[in-house]
Each structure stands twice: as C-alpha cells, then as structure tokens.
C-alpha cells in the first residue's frame, strides 16, 4: 500500500469530523473526548438511535457549539450520500454497528445490514465527495479483536494474525473491515482500522455481561453465568478506548491496523466474582452475599473460549497506554450505575424486558 508510511498532516487544524454511532457506549465516550478536547473540530454525531442509542449519554456536552447530532440510518444509502454532499465532511469515525453477538445468533440479517451494507454505503459516499482530492481525509474504522476468532493454545492477537470469525456479529465485522481496505487499496481512500478487545465502563447498554450482572445484583436476580464460565476475555475501560481512537485519529498511519487491549485477561466466572465482591461492599451486603445469584446457564452458541490481544504495536508506535488499572476500573464502573440508576431504570423499561425474557428463558 504506496500510503502506508504516509503521516496525517491534521492536527490542530479545523476539521470537520463524522462520527457515527456517538449515542452507544463508546461512541459516547469518543463524542465527548472530540467535543471538549478539540474545540476547532465541528463534531457531528449520526445515529439511528436503535435500542442501544441514547442521547442521554451525551447531555453534558449537547449544547457545546461544535456539537452537532443528525438521526440517521446507515443502510439508507441516499440519506448518507446527501448528508455527505451537505456537509462535506473531511473524516469519518465509524463506530455505529450491531454490536451484541447474542442478538446475532437469533437475528444475523440485521448485522448485514448495518454493519455491511452500512458501512459500504459509508465508503461510497466518502469515495464520490473525496475523489480527486484525498488529501487530509480519513476513514477510521473501528473494529473488533473477535475478528480473529478464537484462541486455544494461548498467545495473542496481533495485526498479522489471520481473520477467524465465528459468530455472525464478528463476521459482518470481518466483512465491514475487509471492505474498508478494499476501498484503500481500489480507490485510494485514506483508511486507519483498529480492532479492540471488550470495553466496560459508563453507558454500555446491559445487554452486556458487565452492566447486566451490575443491575441483576442490585435488583437480586439470578447471573446467568454461560457454560462453565471458563471463556477468557481482555478487558480495557472505555475512556482509555476513546483516548486510544484519539491517538490512532491524530498519529495513526494512513492504511494500518492497530490493536487495542489492557493486557488484561480475565475469565468471566472470576471477573464476575470481583464484581460480586465490590457490589457486597458498596450495598452494604455480607461478603459472598451477591455470590450467591451465580447461575450456571445453557452455553452461547458457538462461543470464543479466549480473546487476547498483543497492543506493542500501537503503544511502541503511537505512545498510547491504558490509564487505568482494572481495579480501579470496575470500581469507578460499579460506582457510576449505582449513581446513575435512572439511566439504568430508563434503559431496561419498554422493550429490554421483552428482550431478557426472550434471551434467558430458554437457557
Ligand atoms: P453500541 O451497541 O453500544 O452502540 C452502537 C450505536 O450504533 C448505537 O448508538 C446505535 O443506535 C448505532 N447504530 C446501530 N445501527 C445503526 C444504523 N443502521 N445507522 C446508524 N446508527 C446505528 O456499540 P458499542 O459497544 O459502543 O460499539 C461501538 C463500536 O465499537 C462497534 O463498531 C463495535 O463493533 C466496536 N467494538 C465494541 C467493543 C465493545 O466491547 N463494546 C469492543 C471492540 C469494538
Ligand atoms: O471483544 C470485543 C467484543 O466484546 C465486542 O466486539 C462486542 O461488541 C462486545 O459485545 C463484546 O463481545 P462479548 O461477547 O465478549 O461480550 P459480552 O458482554 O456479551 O460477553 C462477555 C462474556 O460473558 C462472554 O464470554 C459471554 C459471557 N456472558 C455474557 C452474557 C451477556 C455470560 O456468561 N452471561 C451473559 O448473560
């Protein structure tokens, strides 16, 4: 790739930055960071605002003045193509997706369509406003370490490592990711990827294991820990995320992945016992009280036994280092949704409980 030493000349200039999927968890988190970091950088937020987006995440920072939010679904190709043609845009970061790997399972057609067709239609209209004129643009795509598959025999991912997907969900990421250095490689469009290992933090949506245990101990309910609870995965706070997408978007270089992760494995029955263990603490409950709601379930199809991930690369390179050790990490998370039960309340009203009891009454 004849760009791939090519360094951004952007900083500190004016940019005009589409990031897509800003009302999720990280999306939110990566919103914010632009927004108050860079205040010569209009920042505009698309989101269709599915079940997982939520501009309440974003109250703090919606009335800064380079903060602009457009509703948009991403498989409506015409709406993005004249939204570019509108706004001219020079970068995009591209977070939005289906992003939970259970709802793949039961309806993998809506992975396609956002995280494929969406993210081509994306491309397209990057393609047609950017011909002619590449300089200083970029598509930043944000993936996943579960394009990788699957580890057996330990070691770690690295950028080298072959696609492996499994489930439905890394798969339309696989596909998104292939794409995006087709569109490098074809028509010249100046691309960065990452691929990050499992955030926790603030806003994630309790669909996923963290959050969903947080507010089942809080309300007494059962844990449904999946199969043994022997799968391992690299957890890294989603602030040190956004800082990471921060530096990647700024330092990267233009057709590179990087990898992002804490070094930080963990398997889910002992990340689920320190969790259990803070949560006794801070609800003031005998130590093994919450220990107790552990509930061994039916195993997720198919399910990656371990995800590591080798970040050397874009800490030697770029400098970035997770902030946060997980101690204190988990804390600050436990410690946010206990002060942030509205959040909690409002987003498991409606439709979540239709969603659990599909999901768990079977296993
Ligand atoms: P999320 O589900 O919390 O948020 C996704 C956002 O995308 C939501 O705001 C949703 O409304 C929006 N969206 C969905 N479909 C859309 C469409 N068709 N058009 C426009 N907007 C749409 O997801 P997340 O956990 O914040 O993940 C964000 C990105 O990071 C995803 O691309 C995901 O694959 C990737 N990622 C996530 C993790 C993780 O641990 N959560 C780790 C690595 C990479
Ligand atoms: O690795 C990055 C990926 O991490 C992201 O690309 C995905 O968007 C994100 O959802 C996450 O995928 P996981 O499948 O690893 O996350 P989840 O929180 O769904 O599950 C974490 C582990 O916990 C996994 O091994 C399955 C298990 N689990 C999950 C739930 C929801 C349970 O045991 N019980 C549960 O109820």
């Not at 589409?18 to 108050?36: C, D, E, K, M, Q």
């Not at 205040?39 to 974003?58: C, R, S, V």
């Not at 067709?117 to 406003?129: F, H, Q």
């Not at 691929?195 to 507010?215: A, D, M, R």
Request: hydrophobic content about 35%; glycine content about 6%.
């Amino acid at each position: 790739m004849p760009e791939a030493s090519c360094q951004k000349q952007f900083i500190m200039t004016t940019r005009k930055i589409l990031i897509t999927g800003g009302a999720g968890f990280i999306g939110s988190h990566v919103v914010r960071l632009f927004v108050n970091n860079y205040p010569n950088y209009e920042i505009y937020n698309l989101d269709k605002l599915t079940y997982a987006g939520n501009l309440k995440n974003l109250t703090d920072i919606e009335n800064a003045p380079n903060y602009h939010f457009v509703r948009l679904d991403l498989v409506d190709a015409t709406a993005v193509n004249n939204l570019f043609n509108e706004h001219q845009f020079d970068s995009v970061i591209h977070l939005a997706a289906e992003s939970h790997v259970d709802r793949s399972i039961t309806n993998p057609m809506d992975f396609v369509m956002t995280n494929v067709v969406g993210t081509v239609n994306l491309l397209n209209a990057a393609k047609e406003i950017w011909k002619g004129n590449m300089e200083g643009k970029l598509f930043y795509h944000v993936s996943t370490d579960e394009v990788y598959g699957s580890l057996h025999d330990g070691g770690f991912f690295l950028e080298s490592t072959s696609y492996d997907p499994q489930s439905p969900y890394s798969a339309s990421k696989a596909a998104s990711d292939h794409f995006v250095r087709a569109y490098h490689n074809t028509y010249k469009i100046p691309v960065v990827l990452t691929n990050c290992s499992n955030n926790y933090g603030p806003n994630q949506f309790p669909e996923k294991l963290v959050p969903l245990f947080i507010n089942n101990i809080r309300n007494n309910k059962p844990l449904p820990v999946y199969g043994k609870g022997e799968n391992v995965r690299d957890w890294l706070y989603v602030v040190d995320h956004a800082r990471a997408i921060d530096v990647v978007y700024h330092k990267g270089k233009i057709g590179e992945t990087y990898n992002i992760g804490g070094f930080n494995e963990w398997t889910n029955i002992d990340l689920i016992k320190v969790i259990c263990k803070t949560m006794d603490k801070i609800l003031g409950r005998h130590e093994g009280e919450s220990e107790k709601l552990i509930t061994y379930v039916t195993d997720r199809a198919g399910h990656d036994l371990r995800y590591a991930i080798d970040a050397n690369k874009i800490m030697k390179e770029l400098g970035w280092e997770p902030s946060l050790q997980f101690e204190e990490g988990i804390e600050k998370t436990i410690n946010w949704y206990m002060d942030n039960q509205q959040w909690m309340d409002e987003v498991t009203s409606g439709d979540y409980a239709k969603y659990y009891d599909k999901m768990y009454a079977s296993r």
